[in-house]
Nanobody, 114 residues
């Protein structure tokens, strides 16, 4: 089972940008859909962006136009470029396969605050 390690989080001011990375322990070539999720304190984990094996992408309405998901098959890595960040984007961000997910990693904390 492929495992994922997230990185790239941090503290950023509103309006700022961050790029998250998700490194897989094995090939992501055969994973049909990869997703970036987030969980804010006291809330359920939610899917914010997904990318299919053919490169198609989808986004939650709350991040559409601000976040961009991409991947590098050769580097076994999925990225999440986050622009125009808002305080409500504050959460722990995780990546995982959308279908038949692996156990969840530790995630990476994103805090948007002035």
């Amino acid at each position: 089972q492929v495992q994922f390690v997230e990185s790239g989080g941090g503290l950023v001011q509103p309006g700022g940008s961050l790029r998250l990375s998700c490194l897989a322990s094995g090939s992501i070539f055969s994973i049909s859909v990869m997703g970036w999720y987030r969980q804010a304190p006291g809330k359920q984990r939610e899917l914010v962006a997904a990318i299919g094996s053919g490169g198609s992408t989808s986004y939650a309405d709350s991040v559409k136009g601000r976040f961009t998901i991409s991947r590098s098959i050769g580097k076994n890595t999925v990225y999440l470029q986050m622009n125009s960040l808002k305080p409500e984007d504050t959460a722990v961000y995780y990546c995982n396969a959308k279908f038949e997910p692996s156990s969840w990693g530790q995630g990476t904390q994103v805090t948007v605050s002035s």
